[in-house]
């Protein structure tokens, strides 16, 4: 015999889960209309403060993710962001900007790839490592492309200041995170290394943590104004 309570429960259960369902799907639209109206990668804690609080963040960007892997749109993850990006398999049917941000110097790429696989570094660190002086004019090019930053002050005599990348640099080289740049077999694919290479070289592993090290101290506005990136009074310089 059938005892009614029983389809009264199933029925609450079924009408709790379909629930459950819409605001996973709701949560997930947020989410998607987040990512889509920003030009910049949107970070898992911007989109955590517009959701439910009991869902997982990050499990649902990998769900949309999947999701988009086979569209002509991707959604990728940056750091700890997500973005919308053309698939790389499409690239070449986008027409570019007749304003393309023109290439880079050699000494430029050479500086930028010793601060990602060194950060964090000085200035002296750079030109000990490349053996010749580095301009500040290459490393003002950096910075304006938004692709390097200030971290902080060594803990050491003259207190020199420390470089790292941003996140639009992982962005604009498709990397997810600083473990995903090439290795030596990847650089040699690549010819970006010749066969004939010393038996001891080695390419170092990327600092993975953003915060500062032990032998870091923050930089201060008076530092900003020493730097030149603030005008005398805390006043921003266009």
Do not use: C
Request: aromatic share 6%.
């Amino acid at each position: 015999m059938i005892d009614p309570d029983d389809d009264i429960g199933a029925e609450q259960g079924e009408g709790a889960e379909s629930q459950d369902f819409q605001a996973e799907l709701e949560a997930e639209r947020i989410a998607e209309a987040l990512v889509f109206a920003s030009a910049q990668p949107v970070s898992e804690a911007f989109i955590a403060d517009r959701i439910a609080k009991h869902f997982n963040v990050h499990t649902i960007m990998l769900r949309l993710k999947e999701q988009y892997a086979p569209r002509g749109v991707n959604l990728v993850q940056v750091d700890d962001a997500w973005a919308f990006r053309t698939a790389a398999d499409l690239s070449f049917v986008i027409r570019r900007d007749e304003n393309e941000t023109k290439k880079l110097s050699r000494a430029a790429l050479e500086v930028l790839a010793i601060i990602a696989y060194h950060q964090p570094v000085t200035r002296a660190e750079i030109e000990d490592i490349r053996g010749v002086q580095t301009s500040r004019g290459t490393l003002d090019v950096l910075m304006e492309a938004g692709w390097v930053r200030f971290r902080g002050r060594r803990r050491t005599p003259g207190r020199p200041v420390t470089l790292g990348t941003t996140r639009d640099f992982l962005d604009h080289f498709g990397l997810e995170e600083l473990r995903d740049l090439p290795g030596i077999e990847e650089l040699k694919g690549a010819g970006l290394l010749s066969g004939r290479i010393p038996a001891n070289f080695n390419i170092p592993s990327p600092s993975m943590n953003d915060e500062l090290t032990e032998d870091e101290d923050p930089i201060t506005q008076m530092d900003l104004e020493e730097l030149g990136l603030l005008a005398p009074g805390g006043a921003s310089e266009d």
